[in-house]
Structures are given as structure tokens and as C-alpha cells.
């Protein structure tokens, strides 16, 4: 095919790569030892590049030629060899574990530079050309966070915003959003833009030792938006796991008898709106994306009914995952709430306060709490991306994978929230990652651009792909083969060729 000729600069993308080392394997497909690929197009040619991060914990476990860092699903023990005194001081020491910095998720960007990134208080700087791994940087140093996202956002001055849990940090537990700015004052230029760190806010966790877990969260124009879910981390339980034998993913439980509580921000005010707003019980990761309307804040996200998901991906079950036998329990559900901001307090117990047309309802409750139920906008689609100009706007189209029956998606699809309508690509024995949207540059429509996603093929005989589709019509313009074994990634970002440093700086 042909590529266009305004399609230059870098697709990176991050995933689990390296899951046995020496005799030893981890137990769950998440916790495998981050493997970064990219993509780099020039003049209608695309470059293929991978290479493992070279965190310290990659470092130690190749050099041990075993585990010896703790991941999620997998707690790694000291050396056999060690005497008492030694072992009862390692397990002291996890009691508040250091975590693990092999940071296997997204890629995050912080003015001109860029960042691997997990769930830790460790994000590891890279270089986007050459993949090689760069600073270490510890989140918990310029804010007390024990756990971060690895969802951040960007508002439009350039700004990175970001949350974090603070576990019992001065007898609290609170989740913490703060700013990163993209650049640091002209006399400070050795300095990083972590050092001007900004807390923009916190909110206090409804239970002290039972935090809410959460993989993202959402942003309109003057909100931040938090989900609490019932999908919670046991804080006793974590101190005790590596005594006890157990895993930190042990340590997560899903309580479907409790409900789940939407908090939101204003931006400027940096306070929270005073308004109990609740839903049933819910398990998700990702938000798609919020907008404000007419006095409402809505946003859209992708839930489960509980937290099998992440138990589909224990390596001892992720090889029946292919097999059609074994199906998800619980199917991801695109679904939409609508907030209202402005109501009349004296509205009727019972009365749904929503005036906007749409199946979503927001109900008063005796205790003056609103209980909102979502509209359903599709089944089945989960990483969903969209066009980032619209983050925080009302929009259109959502970019995302089409799950089935299994954890691991069979087609990319392009989804209109407005008209309902689908458009997917997909072949057989084709396992799509992620799409990334990529606006032309002379874009007059939301869809106006190149969707970008790389292909796993089933077929030993075939090679895995870059696929490039038309966003609008989501016919193929062209693939990339790649004559190497690619792994299964989560997600990555582009960088167009302007964003990037030259060689010399």
C-alpha cells in the first residue's frame, strides 16, 4: 500500500515482553519484563526498532539469570542461600515493598522528553529514537504517592496531569492529582520538570486501609474526574504478602455489594463538588473521554460486572484464552453517565434530574445522594483511543479493539457514539493492538487522519504488521511487515517528527 506522505515521526508502543528467565517464570502476562517497539516512518518508509527497557529490575533479574524483583502476579524471594539474620531483614524491609520500576505500560510525555511508565512511583526516562533507557525518576520524591496511573492527560498549555494513592501518608489515605509543567524557568534548566511538581488537589479515600484501585480517569474542560470503585486494595494485606508467600494481586478485591462514587474537581476552585453521586457496583480501567453540556458533565467509560479480566491473564490460563471454550465472564460494557451540575435542590425525591436526551438517568435519593444509571452505548470494545484535539470535548468517535469471546482482541474498530453505527477491520488468525488516531494536517473533521495498530498474526508463515487504515472509511492504506517475533503490547503513543529532538540537542 501507500502511505501518506504527511504521516512522519515515531509510534511507540510498551508491553510485557520477557516472561522466563533462567528456570524461572512469572505467573501473570502483566508482569513480564517491559519490551518497547516502535515504528518510525520517513519519506513513506517505516523502521522497525525494539528494545527491552533496561530498568534496574531487568538489570538484576538477567544478572541473577532468575526473578529476584516482585511483580504483581509474581513475589520473588531472596536468595536461598542468605542466612537468618539476612532473610528476617528483607522481610522487614517489604513491609512498605520498593517497587518494582520495569515500567511495562504506556508512554508517557513530559514537555520535550518522554517516559515509560506502570502503576509504581517509577517512571524511567527513554530516548524515542534510539529506545535506550535513560534516568530513573521516583514519583514519591517530589509528591508522597505509593501508586500512580499510567493514564496521564495533557491540557492545552502543555501541562501533564496525573493522580496518585497516598497510603496512610499523616494517618490519611487520599488520592492525589497533581500537574507536571512541560518546562522548567530559563535559570533552572538543569533541573527536571518533576521538581515543579504541583498537588492540584486530593481526595480523601472513603476507607483509611481499603483504597479504590483505578487505572485512569477523566477530564472535561473545567473538571477532573475520579472513579471510586469497590474494586479495592487491602493495605494489610499488601504489608503482610511477601511474609505471608502470597502476591500483591492477591492483595485486590472486588466487593459487589458496595457502590461506586464519582467524584469531580473543579479545576479552578481545586475543591470538589459537594454532591453525593453514585452508581452500582463496577469494575473498569479505562475512560474514553468527558465533555460538559448544558449543566451536565458526561462521560463515557468501558466496565465490567466484576474483576475476572485480570485473573484471564494469569499465564497458566492465557493460552486457553484463544480457545473459544473459554469465554469471558464478565464482557467490557461502553458506557455513558450524565452528571448534573446545576439542579434544583428541592426537587422531588425520586425525580430524574437529567434534562439532556438521553437514556442515562441521574435520581434523587432520600439522603439527598444522586444515584446515576448509565445509557449503554456498545458492548465488546476495550483500549479505546480517540482523537486527543476532542479530549475534555464533545466528540464522536471512539478508536478501540473489538473483544469476542476472549481477553485478546480479533479486530480494531471505529465506533460513533451519535449515530451508534461500527466500522471494524480485522482477518483471520489477527490479533490487533491498541489503535492510535493521527490527524492529517489539514483536518477539518474530527476523523480526518490515519488510525495506526500492530498486528499479531496467528499464522506461523505470515509476519506481524503495522497496519495503517483511513480513519474515516477504515479501509486499508497500507502494512508495514515485520520480519521479526512482536509481542502482544498494551499501549504506546505518536510522536510526529516536530516533537522530536535532533540528534545535536
Keep these: 500500500g501507500q502511505l501518506p506522505t504527511w504521516l512522519q515521526g515515531i509510534l511507540i508502543r510498551n508491553g510485557p515482553g520477557m516472561h522466563t528467565i533462567g528456570d524461572t517464570q512469572y505467573n501473570h502476562w502483566f508482569d513480564g519484563l517491559a519490551l518497547l517497539h516502535s515504528f518510525t516512518f520517513k519519506n513513506g518508509e517505516v523502521y522497525y526498532r525494539s528494545k527491552y527497557l533496561r530498568s534496574d529490575t531487568y538489570n538484576h533479574n538477567i544478572e541473577a539469570n532468575r526473578i529476584v524483583v516482585s511483580e504483581f502476579g509474581t513475589m520473588a524471594y531472596p536468595d536461598p542461600c542468605k542466612n537468618i539474620f539476612a532473610k528476617a531483614f528483607t522481610y522487614l524491609s517489604h513491609t512498605i515493598p520498593e517497587f518494582t520500576d520495569n515500567c511495562l505500560i504506556n508512554i508517557m510525555r513530559t514537555g520535550d522528553d518522554f517516559y515509560a511508565t506502570s502503576e509504581?512511583?517509577?517512571?524511567?526516562?527513554?530516548?524515542?529514537?534510539?529506545?535506550?533507557t535513560l534516568d530513573k525518576v521516583d514519583y514519591s520524591k517530589y509528591v508522597a504517592v505509593n501508586v500512580t496511573t499510567s493514564h496521564p492527560h495533557y491540557d492545552s498549555d502543555g501541562n501533564t496531569l496525573n493522580m496518585g494513592t497516598s497510603v496512610v501518608d499523616k494517618g490519611k489515605t487520599k488520592y492525589v492529582l497533581f500537574k507536571i509543567p512541560p518546562s522548567v524557568p530559563e535559570k533552572e534548566k538543569k533541573k527536571s520538570c518533576f521538581k515543579h511538581l504541583e498537588v492540584v488537589s486530593s481526595i480523601p479515600s472513603r476507607s483509611l486501609l481499603h483504597p479504590s484501585y483505578y487505572h485512569s480517569f477523566g477530564i472535561t474542560e473545567n473538571y477532573i474526574i475520579f472513579v471510586e470503585q469497590p474494586f479495592r486494595l487491602d493495605i494489610v494485606k499488601m504489608a503482610t504478602a511477601y511474609i505471608r508467600g502470597v502476591t500483591w494481586a492477591s492483595c485486590?478485591?472486588?466487593?459487589?455489594?458496595?457502590?461506586t462514587w464519582f467524584h469531580f474537581v473543579d479545576k479552578k476552585t481545586k475543591k470538589e463538588l459537594s454532591a453525593k453521586f453514585y452508581t452500582d457496583a463496577m469494575v473498569f480501567f479505562h475512560h474514553v473521554n468527558a465533555y460538559e453540556e448544558d449543566g451536565h458533565i458526561i462521560f463515557d467509560l468501558i466496565a465490567y460486572a466484576d474483576n475476572s479480566l485480570y485473573?484471564?491473564?494469569?499465564?497458566k490460563r492465557i493460552n486457553t484464552c484463544l480457545d473459544e471454550n473459554s469465554k469471558l465472564t464478565s464482557i467490557p460494557v461502553c458506557k455513558r453517565f450524565v452528571v448534573p451540575l446545576h439542579y434544583d435542590k428541592d426537587a422531588e425525591v425520586g425525580s430524574n434530574l437529567v434534562t439532556l436526551p438521553t437514556t442515562a438517568t441521574a435520581v434523587k435519593e432520600k439522603d439527598g445522594s444522586?444515584?446515576?444509571?448509565?445509557?449503554?452505548?456498545?458492548?465488546?470494545i476495550e483500549l479505546p483511543r480517540i482523537n486527543y484535539d476532542y479530549n475534555g470535548k464533545k466528540y464522536k468517535y471512539i478508536f478501540a479493539t473489538k473483544v469476542q469471546w476472549s481477553p485478546v482482541p480479533a479486530k480494531v474498530t471505529k465506533f460513533n457514539v451519535l449515530t451508534k453505527e461500527m466500522l471494524q477491520w480485522g482477518e483471520d488468525c489477527c490479533w490487533p493492538s491498541e489503535p492510535i488516531f493521527i490527524a492529517s494536517p489539514d483536518a477539518k473533521e474530527e476523523d480526518d487522519g490515519v488510525v495506526l495498530t500492530c498486528v499479531l498474526n496467528g499464522n506461523p508463515k505470515q509476519a506481524p504488521f503495522l497496519l495503517v487504515l483511513d480513519a474515516k472509511t477504515f479501509k486499508e492504506l497500507g502494512r508495514a511487515l515485520v520480519d521479526v517475533e512482536m509481542h502482544l503490547d498494551l499501549h504506546g503513543m505518536f510522536i510526529p517528527e516536530k516533537d522530536l529532538k535532533t540528534e545535536t540537542e
Design 120 to 132: 509504581t512511583n517509577f517512571v524511567r526516562k527513554i530516548n524515542p529514537q534510539t529506545l535506550e
Design 252 to 259: 485486590l478485591a472486588y466487593h459487589k455489594e458496595d457502590k
Design 311 to 315: 485473573e484471564m491473564f494469569y499465564l
Design 370 to 380: 444522586i444515584y446515576c444509571q448509565p445509557e449503554i452505548l456498545c458492548e465488546g
